[in-house]
């Protein structure tokens, strides 16, 4: 067993400048925190892994593929892997707790970058 207080986590990331927080990391998944503030945007690489976004706090929009979705505390949002997502229109500071399952290919990060450099 493993426990994790996510209240910690959260004052970490509020001491620093950082985005996201890992809280656990295992072979078939890795558990982050993240906090996207208010009147920002927050774009994300698609991950070669499934995700789940679950809103702990605050208020915006969630761009999944070509799909908008208002988003506020509670909400649970999935992303497929290799999916283009990103929070934006950021009205209330968003903090989530996301967990990635294992990936296919492991390069996780970087899809988009690595298309564009086998493309040149």
Same mark, same amino acid.
């Not at 499934?50 to 992303?79: A, F």
């Not at 929070?87 to 970087?110: K, M, R």
């Given at each position: *067993?493993?426990?994790? %207080?996510?209240?910690?986590? &959260?004052? #970490?990331?509020?001491?620093?400048?950082?985005?996201?927080?890992?809280?656990?990391?295992?072979?078939? *998944?890795?558990?982050? /925190?993240?906090?996207?503030?208010?009147?920002?945007?927050? %774009?994300?690489? %698609?991950?070669?892994? +499934?995700?789940?976004?679950?809103?702990?706090? =605050?208020?915006?929009?969630?761009? /999944?593929?070509?799909?908008?979705?208002?988003?506020? =505390? =509670?909400? &649970?949002?999935?992303?497929? %892997? #290799? *999916? #283009?997502? +990103?929070?934006?229109?950021?009205?209330?500071?968003?903090?989530?707790?996301?967990?990635?399952?294992?990936?296919? +290919?492991?390069?996780?990060? =970087?899809?988009? #970058?690595?298309?564009?450099?086998?493309?040149?």
């Amino acid at each position: *067993m493993t426990h994790v %207080p996510i209240t910690e986590l &959260l004052e #970490e990331l509020e001491a620093t400048d950082a985005h996201h927080r890992e809280a656990l990391e295992t072979e078939s *998944m890795t558990v982050e /925190v993240g906090r996207y503030p208010s009147a920002s945007a927050a %774009p994300k690489n %698609p991950h070669n892994e +499934d995700e789940l976004y679950y809103v702990l706090s =605050g208020r915006g929009k969630l761009r /999944v593929g070509d799909e908008t979705h208002d988003i506020e =505390g =509670g909400d &649970l949002v999935y992303v497929e %892997p #290799e *999916m #283009e997502h +990103d929070f934006f229109a950021i009205e209330e500071e968003i903090t989530v707790l996301i967990v990635f399952g294992s990936a296919v +290919d492991p390069t996780s990060y =970087g899809i988009r #970058e690595s298309a564009e450099h086998t493309s040149e």
